[in-house]
């Protein structure tokens, strides 16, 4: 079944450590979004990409760095700059063209931990 | 940037109808999403307006209003299941071309018996 996989799924970070969360997805969709939800919190925008090699800042990137090196992977790295990084991160994605980019996929998400 | 209002939470009775309103601001306006969250779940889509008026699945239907900027999710027959927070999400295209999608902060429901 096509999906998208984000692992791991708990992790634990000492503060001043870098951490990267990965997202596969195998759904063929080209457009590729990482969200962060803090409880009791909507889903902020982080970083997204259209295409392969190409992606865009959201609206709370800084603290945050992605690669989009092929179409299926879309790993974000958490690092050391930011400054609140304990939060549930979400992996989204779906088809370009008009009627595929109004359903977005996600993962099952990625519960990071500061100790 | 953009902007989407909507309830923080809503309390609904077992199978009444209940209404989840939301209102707007953005630029580069496609269309207006509502998706569903259970308690340590990903969000999974519901429901999709591009065009106004109303759009029916199943016990769900959803609205969107253009020039008002508002658009609502209305669930008949409510179960216990459908406790679970709602969001809404405008997908919106930047002056560079690029397409993203943006979530409300979400509306908590709580069905009793």
């Known amino acids: 079944d096509g999906g998208i996989t984000q692992s791991p799924k708990y992790l634990f970070r000492k503060e001043g450590q870098n951490v990267t969360l990965s997202c596969e997805q195998n759904l063929n969709h080209d457009a590729m979004y990482w969200y962060r939800q803090d409880p009791g919190q909507g889903l902020r925008l982080i970083y997204y990409?259209?295409?392969?090699?190409?992606?865009q800042k959201g609206d709370i990137a800084e603290g945050y760095s992605v690669s989009r090196e092929k179409k299926e992977s879309f790993p974000l790295t958490v690092t050391s700059a930011q400054k609140n990084p304990t939060a549930f991160y979400l992996c989204?994605?779906?088809?370009?063209?008009?009627?595929?980019?109004?359903?977005?996929?996600f993962g099952a998400g990625s519960r990071l931990t500061v100790l | 940037g953009q902007s989407l209002e909507q309830p923080s939470e809503v309390t609904a009775v077992e199978g009444a109808i209940v209404q989840i309103n939301c209102t707007y601001q953005t630029s580069g306006f496609y269309g207006l999403s509502w998706y569903q969250q259970h308690d340590g779940g990903a969000p999974t889509f519901l429901s999709y307006n591009g065009l106004d008026g109303l759009e029916e699945t199943g016990r769900f239907s959803s609205f969107l209003s253009r020039s008002d900027s508002y658009g609502y999710l209305l669930l008949q027959e409510l179960q216990m299941k459908d406790s679970a927070s709602y969001f809404c999400?405008?997908?919106?295209?930047?002056?560079?071309?690029?397409?993203?999608?943006?979530f409300g902060i979400g509306t908590k429901l709580q069905v009793i018996p």
């Open positions: 990409s259209q295409i392969v090699n190409d992606f």
């Open positions: 999400a405008v997908r919106v295209r930047n002056s560079g071309g690029y397409q993203k999608v943006t």
């Open positions: 989204a994605s779906n088809l370009a063209g008009y009627s595929g980019a109004n359903v977005l996929t």
